[in-house]
């Protein structure tokens, strides 16, 4: 079946980075788009960036703009999400999306 599972996460101070990562299996990874949420206690998911099965299109919200980055390595079944400039309100618990499919989630924890 479908399996997502992320890593990556922690506690960074603000102006810190982090590499988020979701290994992918069950599933031909290739020829399916993927996409990043992220959830804040008491807020509704909110979409982060979104990318195509072949990584050449991408999508980000405008939180995200100029400071994370979408990517992915087929050959791996992996995707990522590079988080710079990274701010207080940036602390979320961060889940891996495809379609219908979710990952359980990593924390991620900016200090002010």
């Known amino acids: 079946q479908v399996q997502l599972v992320e890593s990556g996460g922690g506690l960074v101070q603000a102006g810190g980075s982090l590499r988020l990562s979701c290994a992918a299996s069950?599933?031909?990874?290739?020829?399916?788009?993927m996409a990043w949420f992220r959830q804040a206690p008491g807020k509704e998911r909110e979409r982060i960036a979104d990318i195509s099965s072949s990584g050449v299109n991408t999508y980000s919200a405008d939180s995200a703009k100029g400071r994370f980055t979408i990517s992915r390595d087929n050959a791996k079944n992996t995707v990522y999400l590079q988080m710079n400039s990274l701010k207080p309100e940036d602390t979320a618990v961060y889940y891996c999306?495809?379609?219908?499919?979710w990952g359980q989630g990593t924390q991620v924890t900016v200090s002010s």
């Open positions: 069950g599933f031909t990874f290739s020829t399916y788009s």
């Open positions: 999306n495809r379609g219908s499919a």
